[in-house]
């Protein structure tokens, strides 16, 4: 609905439920429940009146500029995508498309209604025509599309340059240029399908292992009646298949398989059945409890793979897809994380430190030792003679090889009397941190704590120990 003058609204005759509310205007960025941390959930009851939100969009900004080929020929039709990194616990980057344009007959693109902060520009595959994207070339068994480029002119996620948006301004003459590359096929075969009497699987899946998602051509292809599938128009790289037989919305079944592509189309078999297994049993000191309490294996903060520890302290965490986990305790009842892995032997190797890595049908038996000796940091921040609300105070550890573990790093918001209170930390050095709470969680990077070091506050925390750390917020990045 539209707002009044005034900015008011009014949504009448609602029945009961939870609702969320998206706000946009020309010149300001979209308030989404989506992306915006603050966000207010609304819930409401037979009969109730809410009539005290107030809601904020802050001015944006904008992105223009041009694409061309490798003749320096403008580009049309191509997508231009803004995308925006954040940074997880464990250092793990997402990158996400806030929005997309495709160029037109000049190659210009615009990007509007931008909210501030760090973005980088994206364009390549496909090219629109009404209705259905095209290659730019296919014929005699050859497709050529253009390659994904970032900004300045890098097939490399890392060798990207950053946009920074501010509100009310422009950012013109963004201009970089786009080359064309082979694209491929995985063709094969879903193997031991229906066996047994199991349903069969109708899709094959794929993912790109890279940093960043896979935003262009297909995302899958349909099961042939002879149980061969074809996927094309790929380009160069390491993808996982994955197909699933499902009954009654439950998956019964799953197979995966590792592809790499160089310059050639390949084929590759998915086995059903054939997934990865971590099993073992978990040991706990005296005193610590298994009841409700699991062993995970997290590919990212949201996404991971449970097992419940039996009576007997055996856990089993089974079809799992290749790729890369850290090892980790979870408390089904308890938010709040006191206990850790001391241990993680699997194959002759810790995995209580370091991440670990599974193929296709690996199976691991693991011997996992439990710790509850976590203390706590607390204290308070100030700017001034003033407390600092509002701020996170970010916990990281000196090491380079815990950073990339999630559970060793840890955060605590500072309350109106600018206290923060952080807990469930494992013995260790750490450094200390109090910063503008941050979208994008740059905090988070591998390399934040060294960039700033000269920032921050030092800790060394023993078993069981509570330290007080008062903080000055820290400014710039």
């Not at 955060?411 to 709470?437: E, M, N, Q, S, W």
Request: net charge negative.
């Amino acid at each position: 609905m539209r707002s009044g003058a005034d900015g008011n609204f009014a949504f009448s005759d609602l029945p009961p439920g939870s609702y969320a509310l998206d706000v946009w205007r020309n010149g300001y960025a979209t308030f989404s429940c989506e992306t915006n941390r603050d966000c207010r959930q609304l819930s409401l009851k037979p009969g109730q009146k809410l009539d005290d939100l107030a809601l904020r969009l802050d001015p944006a900004g904008v992105i223009s500029g041009r694409v061309f080929d490798e003749d320096q020929d403008p580009v049309e039709g191509i997508q231009v995508y803004l995308l925006r990194v954040t940074f997880q616990p464990g250092g793990r980057r997402r990158i996400d498309a806030r929005s997309g344009v495709v160029t037109d007959d000049q190659g210009s693109f615009r990007i509007a209604n931008i909210p501030p902060g760090s973005y980088l520009v994206r364009a390549g595959g496909l090219i629109e025509h009404p209705m259905e994207q095209v290659a730019l070339k296919q014929a005699h068994g050859e497709t050529l599309q253009y390659r994904d480029t970032y900004y300045p002119g890098t097939s490399m996620l890392n060798e990207a340059t950053p946009l920074e948006v501010d509100p009310e301004v422009e950012a013109s003459g963004i201009r970089f240029s786009v080359v064309t590359e082979k694209t491929y096929t995985i063709a094969g075969k879903v193997v031991n399908q229906g066996k047994g009497g199991q349903p069969k699987p109708t899709e094959v899946h794929f993912t790109k292992q890279s940093d960043a998602e896979q935003m262009f051509g297909p995302s899958g292809s349909a099961i042939n009646p002879d149980s061969s599938f074809e996927i094309s128009g790929l380009s160069p790289g390491e993808y996982t298949l994955s197909a699933a037989a499902t009954s009654n919305g439950v998956e019964v079944s799953e197979g995966y398989a590792s592809v790499r592509i160089v310059d050639s189309s390949v084929r590759a078999n998915i086995e059903l059945g054939r997934a990865s297994d971590v099993r073992g049993k978990v040991e706990a000191p005296e005193g610590l409890s298994l009841a409700g309490k699991q062993i995970v294996l997290q590919a990212n903060t949201s996404a991971y793979y449970p097992s419940d520890i039996g009576p007997d302290g055996q856990f089993d965490i089974a079809n799992v897809p290749p790729g890369e986990y850290n090892l980790a305790a979870m408390d089904s009842r308890d938010r709040t994380e006191v206990t850790y892995l001391k241990k993680a032997r699997c194959a002759g190797k810790d995995y209580a430190r370091q991440p670990l890595v599974l193929a296709v049908g690996t199976v691991l038996d693991c011997d996992i030792a439990l710790a509850n000796d976590t203390g706590s940091v607390s204290g308070q921040v100030t700017e001034g003679d003033k407390p600092a609300a509002g701020l996170v105070a970010v916990l990281i550890p000196e090491s380079l090889e815990l950073r990339r573990i999630p559970r060793y790093t840890l955060t605590g918001k500072t309350d109106a009397a600018g206290r923060y209170h952080v807990v469930g930390v494992i013995p260790g050095d750490y450094l200390l941190f109090a910063v503008p709470p941050s979208e994008g969680g740059e905090y988070f990077a591998l390399d934040f704590a060294d960039r700033n070091a000269d920032k921050a506050e030092h800790v060394s925390l023993d078993s069981h120990a509570t330290q007080v750390v008062n903080l000055k917020p820290m400014r710039g990045r």
